[in-house]
């Protein structure tokens, strides 16, 4: 087996550490799914639509893993397609809460996404979801998750839009606020860039534009066929507009 890639940061100041604490924190303060996982409801439910609408499949019983899976909500939904699943968290009390929620033949293994416990070319597909903004850097992410995934595996990961005029601007009034980062944000250059370093082929973009929860109403416009039409044809109208982004990848065989 390879040699994995360094355990996260855990020096008490870090920024991988101080999402730790708040991860545990969640799940030991809050019962619903998208409050375990740091989610507005609006927003776990309009990134569960995305995903599963642009959803294409998978191989019968194929081993998929859900890197980052909170109280379980895509591990569910994978089982619920006739796959295998195994969801990874390194939260315990978010573990716990998941348990109460899964079947018994959805594993759960606690575990960092920066040193998974699995060996090379395990999984058939791997999910990572919510993982990217609580990480100082998304490389090391994606080359671990590639190192388990076998020829052809298909990866979906997501990430907080950097280049979003909303980002920015919050972005910039925390600064002038004197506060410190609480979320990273990632531009979908890099991130697609770091997929096709990591031996990943088939890279596709798709934005993800999401509405503040008190204007939650206006979210079925953003997700219409017209909406979804205008930002695949216009990726540069994507990046300003959307909060959000996800690729999804093949695992080149070989």
Not at 9 to 20: C, H, L
Not at 127 to 148: D, H, K, M
Not at 162 to 182: F, M, N, P, Q, W
Request: one cysteine or more; glycine letters at 10%.
């Amino acid at each position: 087996m390879q040699e994995p890639s360094p355990a996260t940061d855990t020096r008490p100041d870090s920024f991988e550490a101080r999402w730790r604490e708040r991860f545990e924190e969640f799940a030991e303060l809050r019962d619903d799914d998208a409050g375990i996982a740091g989610w507005s409801p609006s927003g776990l439910d309009a990134r569960f639509r995305f995903f599963t609408r642009r959803w294409q499949g998978a191989a019968p019983e194929s081993l998929w893993l859900d890197v980052g899976c909170g109280a379980g909500t895509y591990s569910r939904w994978l089982a619920a397609q006739g796959l295998r699943a195994i969801g990874l968290d390194y939260s315990q009390p978010t573990l716990a809460k998941a348990q109460q929620r899964l079947r018994p033949e959805i594993a759960l293994v606690a575990g960092d996404a920066l040193r998974l416990p699995f060996r090379d070319a395990t999984f058939g597909g791997a999910l990572c979801f919510g993982v990217l903004q609580a990480v100082s850097e998304s490389a090391p992410v994606v080359r671990e998750i590639a190192r388990t995934l076998a020829g052809g595996a298909t990866l979906w990961i997501d990430a907080l839009n950097r280049d979003g005029i909303a980002t920015r601007v919050s972005e910039a009034r925390r600064r002038l606020r004197g506060k410190d980062r609480h979320l990273r944000y990632e531009s979908a250059r890099v991130l697609g860039l770091c997929l096709a370093e990591s031996g990943f082929t088939d890279i596709r973009l798709h934005w993800l534009p999401l509405v503040p929860a008190r204007l939650r109403g206006l979210q079925p416009l953003l997700e219409s066929r017209l909406a979804v039409s205008a930002l695949a044809s216009l990726p540069a109208a994507g990046g300003l507009v959307s909060h959000s982004f996800a690729y999804s990848a093949r695992k080149r065989s070989g």
